[in-house]
C-alpha cells in the first residue's frame, strides 16, 4: 500500500489517499493513536469514493473513532469501463428514459460489478489491517449488494450497516439467506428508484438474528444525518 497524499482535518481525523496495486483508495483515521475498529465504506453501485455523500460519511464516522476506508472497485469511480459495461449503461439510461423494464439490465451491469470488486476489498483489507492505528473488528457500511457478498465470503467482518437504495442482484438475494452478522438496514421509503416492497423482502431474507431497519419518508438522496449518528450508536455495540 502506497499512500500518495494526506491532511490533517479541523477534527483531527487524517485523510489519507492511497494505491494498492491498481487499486485507488481513501483512508481515514482518528486522532487518537491507539488502534481504531476499521469499517469499509462502499457507495451504492459503485459510484465514486469521492461522492461528497460518502466524503462526509466517512469523515463523520472517523471522528466518532473509527478507521474508514473506501476504494474504487474495478469500472467505477475513476477507473476505465469496459465498453460492454459503457453500452449496458447506454442502454439502461435508454430504457429509464422509454418508462421500460430495467430489471435484467441492472442485473447484467451490477452483478459483474460485485463479482469484480470482493476480491479487491478482501485485498484491500489484508493491507488495512497490517497498518499500525487500524485494528479490528471489521464493519461494512453502504451498498447493500456489495456488502452482501462480501459478509458472506468474508469472515473477518463482524456488523454491517446496508444502505436499500440500489439494485440487489438475484445471486445476493439469494445469500442474503447467509448473512448472520448484526445487520443495520437503511430503507428511504419514497425512494423512487427502489421498490419498497422489494426492500421489505430482502430484510425479512437476512438470516443475521439481529437486524433493525430504520425507515425514514423521503426520496433516495434523503436519508437523515442522524442515521450517521444511529450509526455510530450501532457500530459501537458490535465493535468496540
Excluded at 492511497?18 to 459510484?47: D, K, Q, R, V, Y
Excluded at 460492454?84 to 428514459?97: F, P
Excluded at 473488528?137 to 456489495?146: I, R
Aim: glycine share 12%; hydrophobic share 40%.
Amino acid at each position: 500500500m502506497h499512500f500518495t497524499s494526506e491532511q490533517r482535518l479541523d477534527d483531527g481525523v487524517l485523510e489519507r489517499e492511497f494505491t494498492l496495486g491498481e487499486i485507488p483508495g481513501t483512508l481515514w483515521t482518528p486522532g487518537s493513536a491507539a488502534p481504531a475498529p476499521l469499517i469499509l465504506m462502499a457507495h451504492n453501485n459503485g459510484l465514486p469514493k469521492a461522492q461528497p455523500r460518502l466524503v462526509a460519511r466517512a469523515r463523520q464516522t472517523a471522528a466518532y473513532g473509527y478507521a474508514v476506508a473506501a476504494i474504487d472497485a474495478p469500472g467505477c469511480g475513476d477507473r476505465p469501463r469496459s465498453a460492454a459495461d459503457e453500452q449496458t449503461r447506454a442502454e439502461l439510461r435508454r430504457a429509464m428514459r422509454a418508462g421500460e423494464p430495467v430489471d435484467e439490465i441492472f442485473e447484467s451491469l451490477v452483478g459483474p460489478l460485485v463479482e469484480k470488486a470482493v476480491p479487491e476489498w478482501r485485498t484491500t483489507l489484508d493491507a488495512l489491517l497490517a497498518l499500525p492505528g487500524v485494528g479490528g473488528p471489521v464493519g461494512y457500511s453502504g451498498w447493500t449488494a456489495l456488502g452482501i457478498r462480501l459478509a458472506v465470503a468474508e469472515p473477518r467482518i463482524a456488523a454491517a450497516g446496508f444502505f436499500a437504495g440500489g439494485y440487489v442482484p438475484r445471486a445476493q438475494r439469494e445469500e442474503a439467506r447467509q448473512v448472520t452478522v448484526p445487520l443495520l438496514f437503511l430503507l428511504q421509503w419514497d425512494d423512487e428508484g427502489n421498490p419498497r416492497q422489494r426492500a421489505l423482502d430482502l430484510f425479512d431474507a437476512f438470516g443475521s438474528k439481529e437486524k433493525t431497519l430504520h425507515a425514514n419518508p423521503g426520496g433516495h438522496t434523503g436519508t437523515p444525518w442522524f442515521e450517521v449518528e444511529d450509526g455510530g450508536r450501532f457500530f459501537g455495540r458490535h465493535l468496540r
